[in-house]
């Protein structure tokens, strides 16, 4: 039996910017980009009492809340806060899987008191950093993580395989990580609204909607069974190749050339370890020495140089360096979750 903890901070962009702005502690606060199109990345808990989440398109979200403070995203710093968390948790438990910037898998198994090693961890990162998390424990990474989302914030819940499948028996299947809004959607057209719902549907019905594959791994995850290791293994965000200039180059086809030989490098690499990502970005320096980096998401993950090199190129275009450039870069992230992980649930075309 294995003890499995999954610990994500309570929202997390916001925290790190009322540590440096402790003045706007219980007010609601966004953080979201400045463009006509921009969403917002996280609420904070006051902000989301007016329905603004992550997500909420920022204009949207003004309307909601004229009240709160927008906050422009600043994700050095979230990268250097998230840094000095993990590092931490991985002081004190051998086997971390950081599943993103502000969520991490522990493997407990092995310690005496896994409880009280985490209550002692959740004070120690509040000590250090100020910040707060919740954390859930069960004997999968699935039930951990669903767990960890269920009392937040601040939550410490600790759930059995058969405590998850009676706590969620009526939440809606999307509820489970692993199961898309497009799969939900599905789902409901066979009338399967909730997680017992799904658990106890037709093995032969589900395999015949969602193959043979899909089919029975939806029914595991609504009976919340999973044996995914916890896998210390660092898997990359992003991929980038760069290359500084012997001298700065102004001619936009002379870039154009250089940015189509980085991208085949890049793209080489991807397609041989079939990795696909949906980011697509560039980043040029100037012979100024400013940096600027530009990226745009596509709808499916890619990997092939023509489709990332289409939009490298078209990014540069519209960047349209002012002066003489001397370093280009190109960088594919977002990567599928399905090539990312080698574990066979997660190898599924979810
Ligand atoms: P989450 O852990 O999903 O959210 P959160 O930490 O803000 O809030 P919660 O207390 O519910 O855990 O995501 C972590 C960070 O990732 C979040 O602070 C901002 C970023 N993010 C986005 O940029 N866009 C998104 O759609 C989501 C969900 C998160
Ligand atoms: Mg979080």
């Known amino acids: 039996m294995r003890t499995i903890a999954h610990l994500d901070l309570d929202a997390f962009y916001v925290s790190v910017e009322l540590l440096r702005r402790p003045e706007l502690r219980g007010l609601p606060v966004v953080v979201a980009g400045t463009g006509p199109r ?57 086997t971390v899987e950081v599943a993103g910037l502000d969520e991490a898998y522990l493997d407990l198994s092995d310690l005496v008191a896994p409880h009280a090693a985490m209550r002692r961890l959740i004070a120690e990162i509040r000590d250090a950093t100020g910040l707060g998390c919740s954390v859930g424990v069960g004997p999968s990474k699935l039930v951990a993580k669903v767990a960890s989302d269920a009392d937040k914030p601040r939550g410490f819940v600790v759930l059995s395989r058969e405590e998850a499948c009676a706590r969620f028996a009526a939440a809606p299947p999307g509820l489970l990580p692993g199961v898309g809004p497009k799969t939900a959607e599905r789902l409901d057209g066979m009338g399967i609204g909730t997680i017992a719902a799904l658990a106890g549907a037709s093995p032969d019905a589900l395999a015949e909607r969602f193959g043979a594959r899909l089919g029975p791994y939806l029914a595991h995850r609504a009976r919340f069974e999973d044996d995914a290791p916890v896998t210390s293994v660092r898997i990359a965000v992003s991929e980038s190749r760069e290359t500084t200039f012997d001298r700065d180059i102004a001619a936009l086809a002379e870039m154009e050339e250089v940015l189509e030989r980085l991208t085949g490098r890049l793209c080489e690499a991807l397609v041989r370890q079939d990795r696909r990502g949906r980011t697509i970005g560039i980043k040029v320096r100037l012979d100024d020495f400013s940096t600027h980096t530009r990226a745009r998401t596509l709808p499916r993950a890619v990997n092939a140089a023509a489709e990332v090199g289409a939009v490298a190129r078209e990014l540069l275009r519209e960047f349209a360096p002012p002066r003489p450039v001397r370093l280009l870069g190109v960088r594919v992230a977002s990567f599928d979750a399905a090539a990312a992980d080698a574990t066979p649930q997660l190898a599924l075309p979810l």
């Open 38 to 94: 921009a969403v917002v990345t996280t609420a904070s808990y006051e902000a989301r009492e007016f329905g603004v989440g992550s997500a909420t398109p920022a204009s949207r979200a003004r309307r909601l809340c004229p009240d709160a403070v927008f906050v422009p995203p600043d994700f050095d710093a979230y990268r250097g806060v998230s840094r000095q968390v993990m590092d931490r948790v991985r002081a004190t438990v051998p």
